[in-house]
């Protein structure tokens, strides 16, 4: 299929589907917050005045929920790409893999997070064996920094692609965190290869 009819083919979809719609009129800025909801619902992962980082934020729908739902929490945000202002998170704009942006998160907080969510991804090829690749090394590295900088107690929540790293990336959990789940939220699309993994209370 050519290219333009594929982004054509998108476009049509998008504007058909239920969660971009609900998205618009309850004022959230994607159809992503419904998946942070979902997985939230059912693991309950997002506390009361806890540390919260949210890696690959924008245009800032995860951050927006997350803000609503926890009360007196410190929120700080990173993503390549600017986010407009939301209450009480606060954004960094740059390369959550470079080391001197890993610092500054760490001591923003000046003591250990609770919960690190990862919905990072890289701008798709088109090849999706490569995209899920390229995405969990992103998942592979904040799954390092959260080993490093979680609390005994915190909690590790990261989209994941079923593809060549899939497996290492839930090895490595396993190794490394007491309770690992994979699960598909019913708002992510079924023919995307998206997956999330949630780790809780780290080994
Ligand atoms: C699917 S979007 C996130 C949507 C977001 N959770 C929301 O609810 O609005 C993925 C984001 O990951 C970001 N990203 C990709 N690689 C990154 C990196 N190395 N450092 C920081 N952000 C990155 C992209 O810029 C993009 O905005």
């Not at 729908?61 to 945000?77: A, D, G, H, T, V």
């Not at 998206?194 to 780290?202: L, P």
């Amino acid at each position: 299929m050519k290219k333009n009819k594929i982004s054509k083919n998108w476009i049509n979809k998008h504007r058909r589907d239920i969660y971009v719609r609900k998205s618009k009129i309850e004022g959230y800025r994607s159809r992503a917050i419904y998946k942070l909801k979902e997985i939230d619902q059912k693991f309950k992962i997002i506390l009361n005045g806890i540390n919260i980082i949210d890696l690959g934020s924008a245009p800032g729908s995860w951050s927006q929920y997350l803000s609503e739902k926890s009360k007196n929490s410190k929120i700080l945000s990173i993503d390549l790409k600017e986010v407009t202002k939301i209450d009480n998170v606060h954004h960094l704009i740059g390369n959550f893999m470079e080391e001197k942006n890993q610092s500054i998160m760490i001591n923003f907080f000046g003591n250990k997070i609770d919960l690190v969510v990862s919905d990072m991804a890289v701008n798709t090829t088109g090849n999706k064996n490569l995209d899920a690749i390229s995405t969990g090394e992103l998942s592979m590295s904040a799954m390092d920094f959260s080993i490093k900088n979680l609390n005994k107690n915190g909690c590790f929540l990261s989209k994941l692609f079923m593809g060549s790293t899939f497996n290492e990336i839930v090895e490595k959990a396993k190794k490394n965190f007491k309770e690992v789940k994979i699960f598909k939220p019913p708002s992510s699309r079924k023919d995307s290869k998206e997956n999330f993994i949630i780790c809780k209370k780290i080994r």
